[in-house]
Every structure is written in C-alpha cells, then in structure tokens.
DNA sequence: AATGAATGAGCCTTCATTCAT
DNA sequence: GATGAATGAAGGCTCATTCAT
C-alpha cells in the first residue's frame, strides 16, 4: 500500500499546486488533501519542493516515453516517415496534454520547481536521453534533404511552439476547442515550418497528415 | 525624485523575481536591493503583489502599445499590409523581448502574479482593449480572403506559438543565437500558418518579408 | 548475541553524544551508528534518555569499582595508607580517564543527562554507597590526624579539582601531555591540600594568605 | 529602550537555560519570559543559539576584565606580588561565581553553547586576549623563580581546579558553604601547588611523590 | 527479539505588514 | 515622503515514539 500512498500524495500535491501554485501550497494542504500524515509524507519525500519535482520529472518522463514509443513505428529513412514524425510530435504533444491536463498544467508552471540540484541532475540526464534518441530519428531526414537544416532550437520553436500556445490557452481557458481538433492544423504548420517542400510543393500545402 | 524612488524599486524587484521567483523573493530583498526603507516600499505600492502586477501589467502595455504603434503604418486593405502586419507581429514580439529580456523573463513566470482584483481588472481591461485594435485590423484581411479564416486562439499560437518558444528557449540560455536572428524565418511560418497562398504559391516560400 | 546489540547501541550513542551532545543527538543518529532498529532501540532501552542515563550510571560504578578495589590493598591505619589513599584516587581518577577517555567526555557533560526519576534513584544509591566507603576508609585518618579536618566538598575539591581540570583540558584537546604524565603533581598538590604534614607543618599549614 | 530589550531577552534566556538547558529552552520560553514578541527576539539576536553564545562570552569577558584589573595592583616583580597574583585568581574566581551565581551556572553548562563559527571566532580571540595578559604578568615570576615553571595546562588545573569544582558543589546545591567561606584554604592550595616555597623550599619542591 | 513505516505534536524561523517618529 | 523597530501569524520540518507484523 506503500505505493498508493505515495501516488495519493502526488495526486494531492498536483491538485494543490494547481490551485494556488507550488509556493503558495502549504504541506498541511497536501497533508490533508492525501489523507497522509506529516511523517509518512516526509518519509516519502525528502521535501515539499522533492514532490513538485517528482511530479515534473515524471511527467516528462511519461511524455518522452510516449513518444519514443510511438516514432518507433515509423521510417526514418523516407520522407513520408519523417513528415510522420514531425506530425507525431505534435500529435503525441496535444493528446497527452489533453489527456494529462493537470499534469500538463503544472509542467507549464515552469522547470524552476526543480532546483534541488539531485533533482536536476535527474531531469537534465533524462532530456539528455529523450533528445538523444529524437535527434537519432531526424539525422537521417536532415542529411537526406527531408528537413531543413535548422538549430535545435529553432526546430524545437517551429515544430512545438504552436501547439504549446494553443496549450497553454486551452489550459487557462482561453479557448473551449479541445487541442485535439487543432491537431491537423498545428502539424501541417509544423511540417511547413521544418520540412523541405518536394518540386510540386503545392501538392504538399492541403496533403494530408497521417494519424 | 519620488519617481526615481519608485522607479528603483520596480528595477529591484524585477531582478529579484526573475533571481529567485516571485513567491521566494520577500519584501526584505527588494528592500535591501533598491536602498529603499521598508517603509517606503509600502507607500509607494499596496504590497509586494503590488509591484510584481505593476511590472507585469507595465510590460504588457509598453509591448501592445510599440505593437499598434507600427501596424499603424501599415494598410490594412492589401495583401501586403495584411503579410508585413504578420510579420510585425512577430518581430516586434521578438524585438521587445531582446531589448527587454528581464522583463519578457518576468512576463513569461506567468500572468498568476496579478491575482488582486483591482490589478486583474486593469490588466483585463488593457488586454480587451489590445486585443480589440489588432482584430480590427485584422478583419478587412479575414473578409478579403488573404488571411484564412481561424478561431483566435489558433491565430494566436499559430503566429506567437514560435516566437515565443524561441524566446523562452533563449532568456533560458538553451540557445545563444539572438532572436532576431531568427525572426525572418519565424516571421515566414507564421505567414505560412495563417496566411492564405496565392495561386502560384512556390513565390511565396522564399519570398522576402517585408522588416 | 541481544548483550552486543545492546552494547552496540550504547557505544554508538556514546560516541553521538560526545560529537553532538546528548540533545543534538537524535534517535535515528544512534540507530544508523548502531545498526539496530528503531524497534529494537525501544526493546532494549526505554527511551533516548535512559540510554544517557546507563552509560552515565555505567560509568560511574566502574570508575567507583575500580577506586574502591584499589583502596582495599591500603591500611586506613597508618600515615602512608592514608596519603597512599590520597594518591590514589587521584591516581585511579586519571588512570581511569586515560582509558575511557571517551565515557569521561561524556560523564563531562553533566550528570542532568539523568534525569528520569528511576535512574535518579539509583544513580543517587550507587554514589551514596560509593561515598560510604570512602569516608570508612578516610574517617581513622582525620581521627588520627592524618587528614585536616574538612568539609567533605572541600575535601573533594581539594583532592579531585585539579586532576578534574587537567582532564577536562585533556579531554578538550587543550594539552597533549597526557594526565598520567602530571599524576605525580596532581597527586602531591591533592597531599599537601589535604595531609597534615609532618616535622615543621605548622608553618605550612596555617601560614597567611593574602587577601 | 533597545537596549534593556535586549537585556531582558538575555535575563530571560539565561534562567530558561539554568532551569532548562539551552536544547530544552524553547524560543517560546524566552518569548514569553523576557515579554518580547518572536519577531523582536530576532531582530536582536541571529538565532537562539546566538543568545546563549552572547551570555557565555560576556560572562567570560566580565570575569577575565575583573581578573586583570585586579592584577593591575599588583606588582609582578616580587614575591609577594606574584603570590598575592595567584590568590587574586583563585578569589577573584570565586568571588566572581558567588556574585553571578545564574551566569556561572550557564557556564558550567559548557562551552559547547558556542559553535557558531562567528561566535567561536568572536570568543577565542577574546580568551586568548586575556591569556596573554595573564601570562605577561607570571612571566617575571617564572624567571625570577617564584613560581615553578610548569605547563600552562597544568598551573592552571592546580590553581583553578579546587575552586571550580568546590564551586561546581555549591552551584549543584552539594554544599551549603559559600565559596568565600573557603576562599582561604582553596587560595593556600593553589599557591601551595604553583609557588616555590622559600626556606628550606629544597625539601618541598623536588620532594618525591610517592606512587 | 527485531523491524521500519506511520504518527503527529511541537519547534524554530521567516516575513509581510504596521506604526510611531 | 521616509524610516526601521516591532509585531505575531503561519509554515516547513524534525524527531521521539508506537505498533502491526
């Protein structure tokens, strides 16, 4: 029961967090919340801040795994597997926030409630493997003359960027359109922004993007 | 020199924010910072919250203003006034940000600083009225078929949604080229995401735009 | 093999305690320095204090133990016994310190350290017959004029002080020279505090001290 | 008034830690015995620990100050001075715990009240200020061969060792007799310890000790 | 005898805010 | 407008102890 414990807080701490913000959230409102006692809470965690990070970490972590998972099934030797990646980035993106909107709500609050430095050896040596693994997909693409040779991070604002925004409206509630139903129009920007149009581009512009 | 006063307490606390969060600065730290007396600091703002809506509200209305300052300049009624407003869009965002980078830093902890009602009203209301002389700017191109036709939040992350990712990335020092660097390129995706094509639309990928 | 857990738990608190204090020191110290567990800590002891309170009484008796030995080889009849006496317990006290140098830091700390009203008890029993047998063994001395004819605290001091204060500088790593190096001194300064001298003593004696 | 704020805190925290011991005392007790608000504690002083460091080292530096502005009187060239120098310690010791019975008893507690590493700073520099004072006057005594030439540790177990522990005694309510009762006797010892005898001092001084 | 997760009372300290000058 | 000593509520965390296994 140990582990139920421990998700309960975690459960009990995202609800809080959410709701007044990390700083704001006091370990008697994640105590009660949990029906955990002050001891057993600090027995699974070394402090309030080791929860917030917990959640954060495991929270990438579950994304990354997804979508690892997911561009396993693709071809990144073709131009159509890697216009499917880019697509899938975006698709993976949208459909975990949607289906994780709490968690995602609390990512969004921003990295810095990871700043115990054993948490972020944590954090950085997991996105260190996650883009290990996605530039590993996309070299091919890039030397095949599939994508545009771009900085990381220019490739990261171009292909997420949309998505995040809608997200992060969505999230505050600034839009009622689940991001879901923007999905389609958010990859096809994503792969104009990226992607290396054929000859006959215009065949491109309203091809469709594969599920 | 009250002003001057004011003034170094808004530049302290702005530092100190962006150092160690809102939440985590305490009212002492500004204090200390900006070589006012404890005293001082309250007759000048109602509370620590005070100051960090001040800053943020402040921020958000110096960028909308520059924003409609130079779509001013622009026509409404043609193609190319509807391109280059896109454009502006992005490379004013990008611009303040690079000229401001504290600020936009600030900005982008999150708009959850502005919780006291009276502050939230103004920023609401400054927002509406922002929010209101973009849209009539943008219409004529709606109606005129050169922008297509998408719900708000779209256009939004769709134009802002790369720009600002590439900025997030860059005040968090994951990327040492400038924005404005990359807002040709970040410019052109947002075109690409809302903008509708001409006929012979292999002009448009790599045409110029308009700075 | 419960007689070493137990011991091992007093060895381990016995060292918590001289490098933080007893009151620094927590459970969980004595238990990670022990090995034992929590459960076992209460099964042997009744609390933290109790263990203080075993090694205080602990090593009282065997310092006690071993003076009494020593003096039972002396005659209490004769001149020589008597300042044999003397020496002794000077001697026996630096002696013992020198061995148990680290249960001596600890019995430095305070006798509060006993505090529960059952250890109290018999702490207070232990040193009342501890006391008893001394002043059997000194009470003919004072009878026979031997020994000066002094309050019993003022007998102590006279005998103890300065090898306590030797001891305490030693165990403080104020000076290296080691006790039983001075215990000559200390032991003829604790005669000449204490004996009636003989032949031309009376100069000695009652000689003037300035005020 | 600041100032007796701040008196009132260290009278308050010093019969807290008689009664209590420093680990036992919480802030609360003093808060509520001095009649300052938890705030004000800390406004005057770093931490609890910081009032305990402050009560041990002016009570040092007010019995050290005492000692050399007695000695001041004193002639360091002759015998008399030099012997009169040595019962002025032993007295002024004396004198000093029967007149601040509450500090003495706070500073037996020992010196582990002091760990912060400005207050250790603070209070070595002042006790080795105080050594070398002392020192510069039993100098002369030594060459001229009025005092034995021993180690510092042991002179000074041999003159302040029966008075520390005949006052321990009386501190620890063992003794009804008050210390400058026996002033006398404990100033003789000392002297009879560290002095070198005239007259037939041959005798004395390199007298064996027996074993 | 041993284990170690769970408990929860209590303490030290921080910090926003007030107010007399 | 400015000052900074004083206030005291509130929160994070520790730690002795219990108890079911």
Redesign the interface.
Same mark, same amino acid.
């Given at each position: 029961m140990a582990q139920s414990r421990r998700q309960a807080i975690l459960s009990a701490a995202l609800a809080c967090f959410n709701e007044k913000?990390? #700083? %704001?959230t006091t370990v008697d409102d994640i105590r009660q919340r949990s029906g955990a006692s002050t001891g057993s809470l600090y027995h699974h965690f070394r402090d309030k801040e080791a929860i917030a990070a917990t959640l954060y970490i495991e929270a990438m972590a579950d994304h990354a795994g997804r979508l690892i998972e997911v561009l396993h099934a693709l071809d990144p030797d073709s131009r159509e597997g890697q216009k499917a990646a880019i697509g899938t980035i975006v698709k993976t993106y949208g459909n975990w926030i949607e289906k994780n909107p709490e968690l995602a709500r609390f990512v969004f609050?921003?990295r $810095?409630v990871v700043s115990h430095p054993e948490d972020r050896e944590r954090l950085e040596k997991q996105n260190r493997s996650h883009l290990r693994q996605l530039m590993a997909f996309f070299e091919p693409g890039i030397s095949q003359g599939f994508l545009k040779e771009?900085?990381? $991070?220019?490739f990261?604002?171009?292909v997420?960027?949309? #998505?995040?925004?809608?997200a992060r %409206?969505?999230l505050g509630g600034?839009?009622e359109?689940p991001i879901t139903a923007?999905l389609p129009?958010?990859s096809e920007?994503a792969w104009?922004?990226v992607g290396v149009?054929q000859d006959d #581009? #215009?065949n491109e512009?309203g091809g469709p993007v594969p599920d």
């Open positions: 913000g990390v #700083a %704001q609050l921003g $810095s771009l900085p990381l $991070s220019l990261h604002a171009l997420i960027g949309p #998505a995040q925004d809608y %409206q969505w600034r839009t359109k923007v129009v958010l920007a104009m922004g149009l #581009a #215009a512009g």
